[in-house]
């Protein structure tokens, strides 16, 4: 057992004797910081939100929130949190805290009411608070309530005068207060001022990632510094199970009681994290967040654009990656139909070398895939140029934060009113997420009509092998594959099929 250690609130405190599965969740709570509560233990409600100073994105640090209930307390060795009771201020000895500009607004236009879920809330809200680039200072001075403006008159229905997003909160859930007191403390809080301690902060570097080899009860939780050890260590231990945002696992540990001798964690190798635009394609590192993709693209990949406010929750993208939506092999992951569409390809690698695998060839059954033991996605490649007509459909319960019954990824080339190519990518329709190949060849050399949507729209019902479940029955799965296709052609053309 090593001397991990971690930041909390400003104060350095040892790891141990926490086992290495132990949740920052637990962790926190045992040290008495019981703000942060379990709701649902699998990142549905938020109830157990913290801030975690990571790399930025238009500045040096960015206060990300996540699930503590997901992430192991092992995963922040040598970082830096802060949970709602580190918001407030002590200014003297002996004197009351001065609440958060956040959680004074919450307090004064009656956002909590049995108070279980609003420290989550709050540490949700305090992330989009501290953004950056929420807003400029024309649109809101400094202090809490400047440019509060009445609600949403101001912005729309998702956004405030402020320039505070409201999907920062999609993945907290309040059962009692109800969301209008909560949304307009949102809208409400201002720029942070020029004083605030971690708004100065984020000028300054994160914490470097720090080798790890924290062992308990013959279990360990392993950090390496470079992929070249980390691809020897897995190597040597091929039942190690392999960790990044820990949104999958993490519900495994809490609902399933899993327990693994070896974790490895990939989360912060530099070689898992770069973003490279070339002049033929998009490499896209493996172990960046789904925040990190989106704000770093800023738009340039329509389709993944479309895809990443219907996937989960922030509170989960700001943890969850392409590798490990991938590396689960679930044929429900919101991903792979998208990147099946864009034609993506994998690049694999072990302690031999590396290959680049075809996205469509990577799926040999359900959670199986070609990767070989011991081996790690390294990146995602994208190919250029994109196909200029693009749509993703996520069909599910919920509009957000919600497992797809069935999704539906297309990219079209058309040009002078025939369809050069077609690729389509489906998800929940098979063990495996699967292209559409006869539904791409009934749309490829002809022209993009009702006719031709309407045809194809048959051909589409009956790809893939549907089944019933709790989500959905196989008959509706297979009536929204067909809609997909009528939908995507009324979005392109002025014409509704008939």
């Known amino acids: 057992m090593t001397a991990a250690r971690i930041t909390v609130n400003g104060k350095e405190a040892p790891i141990a004797p926490a086992a290495p599965h132990t949740t920052v969740l637990d962790f926190l709570r045992e040290r ?21 100073a990571r790399p930025g994105v238009n500045k040096p640090t960015d206060w990300v929130p996540v699930n503590a209930c997901l992430v192991p307390v092992a995963a922040l060795d040598g970082q830096e949190v802060v949970t709602s009771e580190g918001l407030a201020t002590v200014e003297a000895p002996g004197t009351a805290p001065v609440l958060h500009p956040v959680q004074e607004e919450m307090a004064v236009r009656g956002g909590s009411q049995c108070g279980y879920c609003t420290p989550g809330f709050v540490c949700s809200m305090a992330g989009e608070y501290y953004r950056p680039d929420r807003c400029a200072a024309a649109d809101c001075g400094a202090g809490a309530g400047a440019g509060a403006g009445e609600g949403a008159e101001a912005g729309d229905a998702e956004h405030g005068p402020n320039g505070f997003d409201l999907h920062a909160l999609s993945g907290n859930l309040c059962r009692c207060t109800g ?25 300054q570097a994160p914490p470097a990632p720090v080798a790890t080899d924290y062992r308990q009860d013959d279990r360990a939780f392993v950090r390496r510094n470079t992929l070249a050890e980390t691809l020897r260590l897995l190597r040597e231990r091929p039942d190690a ?21 070896c974790v490895v964690a990939v989360d912060r190798l530099p070689e898992l994290r770069d973003l490279r635009v070339e002049s033929d394609h998009i490499e896209i590192g493996a172990a960046l967040t789904l925040t990190e993709i989106e704000r770093r693209l800023d738009g340039t990949v329509p389709l993944l654009a479309e895809l990443f406010p219907q996937f989960a929750s922030r509170l989960i993208r700001n943890g969850a990656t392409l590798g490990g939506n991938l590396g689960t092999g679930s044929p429900i992951g919101d991903s792979p139909p998208v ?98 190949l006869a539904t791409e060849a009934a749309l490829e050399g002809r022209p993009w009509t009702a006719e031709t949507a309407g045809a194809a729209a048959e051909v589409l019902r009956g790809e893939g092998t549907p089944m019933s479940d709790h989500r959905a029955s196989a008959g509706y799965r297979s009536a929204m594959l067909g809609q997909s296709l009528l939908k995507l052609y009324a979005q392109t053309t002025e014409a509704v099929p008939s």
């Open 179 to 203: 969301y209008r007191p909560i949304r307009d403390a949102a809208f409400a809080v201002g720029a942070p001022a020029d004083e605030d301690p971690l708004a100065r902060r984020r000028d």
């Open 32 to 52: 008495g910081l019981t703000g942060t509560k379990e709701g649902c233990a699998e990142g549905e409600c938020g109830a157990c939100s913290v801030l975690v």
């Open 241 to 261: 199970v392999v960790v990044a945002g820990s949104t999958d696992w993490g519900v495994e540990v809490n609902i399933r009681s899993r327990r693994a001798d």
């Open 339 to 436: 990147l099946l569409a864009l034609e993506a390809s994998l690049v694999l690698a072990d302690a031999d070398g590396e290959r680049v695998v075809p996205l469509a060839e990577y799926f040999t059954g359900y959670r199986q895939s070609v990767r070989r033991p011991g081996e790690l996605i390294r990146a995602v490649r994208l190919p250029l140029p994109l196909s200029p007509v693009t749509a993703f459909h996520k069909i599910a319960k919920r509009r957000f934060d919600d497992i797809s019954s069935v999704a539906v990824a297309f990219a079209l080339d058309v040009e002078g009113g025939t369809v050069r190519k077609a690729r389509i990518g489906l998800g929940g329709v098979a063990a495996t997420p699967v292209r559409a």
